[in-house]
C-alpha cells in the first residue's frame, strides 16, 4: 500500500553529477525584470494615491486648525482601484506609514474580516491603537463602548500638542456589512466635535462601488472624496510601455496574438498577479528568439502622444491597442483621416508642437520628422496671398482653403511616420501562438476531458478502452442509471469489439465495476444508496 | 384517473342471450380458474406488496351448456373501443400488467381490422403463455446481483492491473515516452519548475507513474523531494506538514497550527536557500479539498525555493481554487491523457461499490463509528480485530467465539457479565461491524466481523491503538 508521503533526500555525490539537467544555468532576467516592472508601476501609481491622500488631509488639517472649528461631516477619502484589492496591499501600508509619521495621526487599519465583523470588534481595535498612544488608566473596566465616551471625556482635558486626530483605514470596504459601518458612523459622529475622525476607503469597482456609500442611511453625515488615480487600464498602460515601449536593455518582443491574449486575460480577470504571470510565461517560453525588428520607440511614442491631441485618438485610444495595430501590421489611414479632417487649427497646431517639443534620443528619423513638422507649422503661419483669379467659383473662403491645405500637410506627415512602422515585418514563427496559450494558462479541463472520452478518431486501430465504452453509454442515459442495464450494454460493447469466450470468471463484470470506480472517483456518477443497483449521473454535457 | 387507451372488449352476442357484454375481466378471469394462475410480478419492490391478478374481478358463473348452445350463427365480435374504462375498478397493477401484454395486444389490435375473430383463435390468444418484460427484467437484475456480490476486492485489483498490463506490457517508461509524451515534456516541465512556475497535469488516466517518472529521471538524488499521495483516504495536511518539518534537512517546529507550521517551513528553507519539490499525485484529494488546505499549498507555492508538481484528476477539481488563488499558485497547465487505469486511486471507489451489495460501511463510516464508541466498547473491539488479524489466514475461521470473547473481557475488566458484552455487541451490530451467527462445526456462538479486508483493519487497529 502506498505511504501517504515518499520522501526522497539528496544522495548524490559530488563525484558524479547524475542529471546533466539540475547543472543547466536556467536564464530568468527577462522573469526578474518583468516582476521588476510590475513592482516600480505598482509603487508609481501607488505614490501618486498616497500623494492625494496626504493632500486631503493635509487640508483638513490645516482647516481644523486655523479656524479651529470641527467638521461637521466626517471626511472619507475613497480610492477607486478597479482591481483586485488583494493586489494592492502594499500601498494601505505606505499609507498607514506615511500618514503616522507626516500627522500626528493615530491609524487604525481594519484588515481582517474579525476585526470589522461587528462593532464590538472594531472598538476594540481601536482601543488596542488608542492604548499605545493613550495608556488605559482603568484597564478592568471592559465595556468597550463606554471606554469610548470615556476616552473622549480625557481626550478633552489634553493639552493641544498632544491631541491625535484619529485616521481609520479600511482596505477592503466591499466585504464590510454596510449596517455595521453605518452603526459605527452614528457612534463616531457624537465625537466628531472634540476629535478629528476621517476615514480611508478602498473600493475595488468603480463608480457603483461608490453607490453604496452615497446611498447609505449616513450619506448625510459624511463628506466623500473620491480619488480616481488608480485604475485596471492604466496599470496596463503603465507595464506594457515600460516593457515593450521603453528603452530598456532588457526589452524583449511579444506578437500580436500573445499580446491579444494578454489584453483579453487581463479584462476579463483583472488581476494584475494573472497578467504578470502570463507575461513571465511568454518571456520565458520565447526566450530564445530574438527580436528581429527593433521599434523605434522614441519615434513611437513620440507620433502617439501627438495625435492623442487629435480628436477621437486616431491611432487608437490606449497605448497597447496602437502597439498591437503596429505588431499586427494593419494600417490605420482610415481613422487618421477622419480624425485630421474634423480636427481644428489649434489641435493641428498642439499636435505638431507636442512632436516637435518631445524628448527625443537623437534618433535620425525623430530629427527629420521633427524639422517636417516645424517647417509645415511654419508654413501654416503664413498668410496664402489672396488671389483672386484663382478662386473659382466655389464657396469656400480664405480660411477654410487654408485649414484644408493645413490639414493635408499634416495627414501626410503623419502618414509619412506611420507607414515607417508598417514596413513588412519579417514573419517571427513562434510555438507560443494563442491556442498553446490557451492551453497553458486557462485551460478548458472539463471539455478536453470529455473530448477525450468521446472522440473515437484515437481508437481506430486499437480497441476502445473501457472508461470510453461506459462512457458512451452514461452519456445516453437519465438521471438514475440501473447498474444491470449499464452492464449489459457495456457487456455487448465489449464483445462486439473483442472475443470473449463464456465469461466464466466475470472478467467483464469486473471490468464494468472497476470502471464504475473510477467514474466515481472522476466524479461523473455517484453510486445511489438509495436504491442500491443504480448510479446517479452528476454530469451533463452536450 | 382516466387514461385514453384502448380495451379490448369481447362481445358475445346470440339469440339466447341477447346483448349480453361481457368485459375482457370476466373472460380471463374465468381462464384463470381453469388455469394456474400466473405468478406474481411485482413491479415494485417496496413494501413487498405483490399484485395479483384478478383480485377485483369478480367470479362470474360459467354456464357451459349456455356456451355450448350457441350455433354456428353466432360470432364473436371484437371491437377495439376506446375512452372506455374498464367495467369494474380495477388495481394500477392489473392495469400495468395489461399494457405489458404486448403480445396480446399485437395479436389483438391486428384482429380487430376486420372486426371478427374465429373462436379457435380467441381461445389460442387467451390460453397462451404470458411472460411479462417484467418476469425477464427481475432475473436479469438477479443474476447481476447475484454476480456483483460474488466479486471481491482483489477482484477488482487484478483486473485493474491486467487492464494496465494489456497497455503497458510491462514496460511502463517506453510507454509513456513513445505514446504519452511526444516531445520533450519533462524538459519543459523542469525548467518550468526551475524559473518559478509550477506545473499542473490533468487528462485521462493515472498519472501517478508519469509523476514518478519524472521524478527518477529529473529529481532522484538530486534534490530533496517528497511524493504526496493526495488520493489517499486517511491523508490530513497535517501528517504531510509533520512529515515535512521533520526532516533532518529543514529541521522545523511542528507547530499548533497549519499556517504557522508552513511558514516556518518556509522560513527555515529560505534561510538555508534549499531547493525541495513537492510532487502530489491528486491535489484535489478527497482530505485536501478544503479552502485551508489549499490556502497552506498557495503559501508553499509562493515561496520561490518550493516547486510543485501536481495532479488533478476530478471533473470539477479546478473549481476548489478562485481567480486569485489560481495567479497565486502560477500554474502551467499541461494535458496528458496517459488511459492507464486508476488503480490505487480508486481503491476506496471500489470497495464502496461492492460493499453497497453487501451492505458494509466504508472506511471513513467505520472510523466515525469507533471515534464515537466508548473506551471500553473500544477496547473490546479491538480484541476482535486483534483476535481477526491473527487468524484471518486460516481457511475455515469464522470469527472469535463468544465465551472466548466473554473470557478475554472479563479477565481485562471490560465487563461484568455476560449480559453487559451481549449489549455492547448489539451495539456494533446496530452499527453494522459484526455480525453473530452460529458455529457450522460445534454450533457455538461467533462473532464475526464483516470487514474482511485486511488493510483496513490494520488501519483500524491502528486507529483503535
Known sequence: ?542 | MTTNRSVPIVVISSENIPNKIRNIDDIEYEVSQTFLPLKSTPSRKSKGRSLIKYKSAPPIPTNNDENNEIKENEFTRLHVISHILPRFPVRHGILKQKRKYTSKKKILTEKTSDNIMRPENMDKILLEPNLSNDDIDTKKKKKFKSNLIQLTPDDLHETALKIQEKSLHGKAHDYLMINILRGNEFDEWFRYLRAGFNILLHGVGSKKSLVSLFFKKYLKNEYLTFIINGFMPNITIKQVLQIISSHPDINANTLNSNEESIQEIIKRIEAKKLNIYLLINNIDGMNFRNTNVQNIFKLAAQCQYIHILATIDHIHGPLIWNQQSLTSFRWIWYTVHTWLPYIDETTNERLNTIRLKTSQLSISAVEHVIESLTPNARRIFRLLVEAFLANCNLKDYEGMKFTELYEQCKRSFYVNNEQNLRLQLIEFIDHRLIKLVKSTNDGQEIVRLLIVEQDIVKQLLDKLN
Open chain 1, 1 to 542: 500500500m502506498d505511504t501517504i508521503v515518499e520522501v526522497h533526500s539528496v544522495t548524490r555525490t559530488t563525484q558524479k553529477p547524475s542529471n546533466k539537467k539540475s547543472h543547466e544555468k536556467i536564464d530568468i532576467t527577462r522573469i526578474d525584470h518583468i516582476t521588476n516592472v510590475f513592482t516600480n508601476v505598482k509603487s508609481q501609481l501607488h505614490a501618486r494615491l498616497v500623494t492625494s491622500v496626504l493632500d486631503i488631509v493635509k487640508k483638513n488639517d490645516k482647516f481644523r486648525r486655523i479656524t479651529n472649528r470641527c467638521f461637521e461631516y466626517i471626511p472619507i477619502m475613497a480610492l477607486c482601484m478597479d482591481s483586485n484589492m488583494s493586489e494592492h496591499s502594499h500601498l494601505f501600508d505606505e499609507l498607514q506609514e506615511q500618514l503616522s509619521s507626516k500627522f500626528k495621526s493615530i491609524i487604525i487599519k481594519l484588515q481582517t474580516i474579525d476585526q470589522y465583523s461587528s462593532i464590538h470588534n472594531i472598538l476594540k481595535t481601536t482601543k488596542n491603537e488608542l492604548n499605545k498612544f493613550y495608556p488605559d488608566k482603568d484597564p478592568e473596566n471592559k465595556n468597550v463602548f463606554f471606554q469610548l465616551s470615556k476616552f473622549i471625556g480625557i481626550y478633552n482635558e489634553l493639552k493641544e500638542n498632544e491631541k491625535r486626530s484619529l485616521i481609520f483605514i479600511i482596505p477592503e470596504f466591499e466585504s464590510m456589512n454596510i449596517s455595521i459601518f453605518e452603526n459605527f458612523i452614528n457612534l463616531l459622529s457624537l465625537q466628531i466635535k472634540s476629535i478629528s475622525i476621517s476615514f480611508v476607503l478602498g473600493l475595488s469597482g468603480g463608480d457603483h462601488s461608490l453607490q453604496r456609500l452615497v446611498a447609505s442611511r449616513i450619506a448625510s453625515k459624511l463628506s466623500i472624496d473620491t480619488i480616481y488615480d488608480s485604475s485596471a487600464r492604466k496599470y496596463y498602460e503603465y507595464i506594457i510601455k515600460s516593457l515593450f515601449l521603453s528603452e530598456s536593455n532588457e526589452q524583449f518582443t511579444i506578437t500580436a496574438e500573445q499580446l491579444h491574449f494578454v489584453d483579453n486575460g487581463y479584462f476579463e480577470t483583472f488581476s494584475l498577479a494573472w497578467l504578470e504571470h502570463a507575461l513571465k510565461f511568454i518571456a520565458f517560453s520565447d526566450s530564445t528568439i530574438q527580436p528581429v525588428n527593433q521599434l523605434n520607440i522614441c519615434l513611437f511614442n513620440a507620433i502617439y502622444v501627438s495625435c492623442n491631441q487629435l480628436p477621437n485618438y486616431p491611432l487608437g485610444r490606449y497605448r497597447s491597442s496602437f502597439y498591437e495595430s503596429y505588431l499586427s501590421n494593419t494600417p490605420m489611414f482610415n481613422e487618421l483621416t477622419l480624425s485630421v479632417n474634423s480636427s481644428t487649427i489649434h489641435q493641428l497646431d498642439t499636435c505638431l508642437n507636442s512632436f516637435i517639443e518631445h524628448k527625443c534620443n537623437e534618433n535620425s528619423l525623430c530629427i527629420k520628422y521633427c524639422q517636417l513638422a516645424k517647417k509645415i507649422f511654419l508654413e501654416q503661419e503664413q498668410q496664402i496671398a489672396d488671389d483672386t483669379q484663382t478662386l473659382s467659383n466655389t464657396l469656400r473662403s480664405v480660411s477654410d482653403k487654408k485649414l484644408n491645405r493645413y490639414r493635408e500637410q499634416v495627414f501626410l506627415w503623419l502618414k509619412q511616420i506611420c507607414e515607417c512602422f508598417i514596413s513588412p515585418i519579417i514573419n517571427t514563427s513562434t510555438k507560443i501562438n494563442e491556442n498553446l496559450l490557451h492551453e497553458r494558462l486557462v485551460p478548458m479541463t472539463r471539455a478536453i476531458f470529455i473530448r477525450e472520452l468521446t472522440e473515437n478518431v484515437n481508437w481506430k486501430q486499437r480497441q476502445i478502452p473501457d472508461l470510453a465504452l461506459l462512457y458512451r453509454v452514461y452519456t445516453e442515459s437519465g438521471t438514475k442509471i440501473p447498474l444491470s442495464d449499464w452492464f449489459d450494454s457495456f457487456a455487448s460493447l465489449v464483445e462486439e469489439q473483442e472475443i470473449v469466450d463464456n465469461d466464466k470468471d466475470k472478467s467483464i463484470l469486473a471490468r464494468f465495476v472497476h470502471g464504475l470506480a473510477e467514474l466515481d472517483y472522476l466524479g461523473f456518477t455517484k453510486t445511489s444508496l438509495q436504491r442500491s443497483f443504480h448510479a446517479t449521473k452528476l454530469t451533463w454535457d452536450n
